[in-house]
């Protein structure tokens, strides 16, 4: 059975985790496991493997990644092994992954047909008080990933993606979702 991978790519911030969890519980998505060299955090998943710097640039070279990258002083990776079991289950709508820019043009490589939604917030002054407001990651931190944000922006606009522009607001969360499940479903492209 084939199986649609949706890259969702943006902001730290601006809902990409959330809405990729209402994307795993309304229609059975998989989130594939990711490697990385950040300390845990208080609401992380299951699906993430903590390892040191010189763990993680030995996988990269023995090419355990289907894409990595380095942001905000540290390395991410989805593990190529877990995406390639999650496609041969075959039981499940699809994967959906958090990524980077650059690790949307490494799955791009590896999946051609994979669809790129770029999660933009409405009004980018609203990130910098969510991600203060979830009191998962240190203050420093906070402010070097708000400083990323023009650049982290333009990088997005340089990917062949379907934009959907998210608000702070509660109201508008349904709302978002929908322009995404839209996305998602009214494409034919799948991966496999």
Not at 22 to 34: A, C, D, G, H, T
Not at 49 to 56: I, K, R
Not at 60 to 70: A, T
Request: hydrophobic content about 35%; some cysteine; glycine content about 6%.
């Amino acid at each position: 059975m084939d199986c649609k991978v949706i890259c969702f790519v943006g902001p730290s911030g601006v809902g990409k985790t959330s809405y990729a969890k209402r994307l795993m519980k309304k229609y059975n998505f998989i989130f594939p496991s990711v490697v990385v060299t950040r300390k845990q955090r208080s609401d992380d998943d299951e699906c993430y493997l903590y390892v040191n710097e010189s763990t993680f640039i030995e996988m990269v070279n023995s090419g355990r990644f289907i894409e990595w990258d380095k942001y905000s002083n540290y390395y991410y990776g989805t593990l190529l092994q877990s995406v390639e079991e999650i496609k041969r289950l075959g039981y499940h709508s699809g994967i959906v992954l958090d990524l980077t820019p650059n690790g949307c043009r490494g799955v791009k490589r590896a999946i051609p047909d994979a669809i790129i939604i770029a999660l933009l917030p409405d009004n980018p002054e609203w990130l910098y008080e969510r991600l203060k407001g979830r009191s998962s990651q240190p203050l420093e931190e906070i402010r070097a990933r708000t400083n990323l944000l023009r650049s982290y922006l333009d990088e997005i606009e340089l990917l062949a993606c379907k934009k959907v522009y998210a608000s702070f607001s509660p109201d508008s969360w349904n709302q978002t979702f929908k322009e995404i499940e839209d996305i998602i479903f009214k494409s034919t492209i799948m991966c496999g």
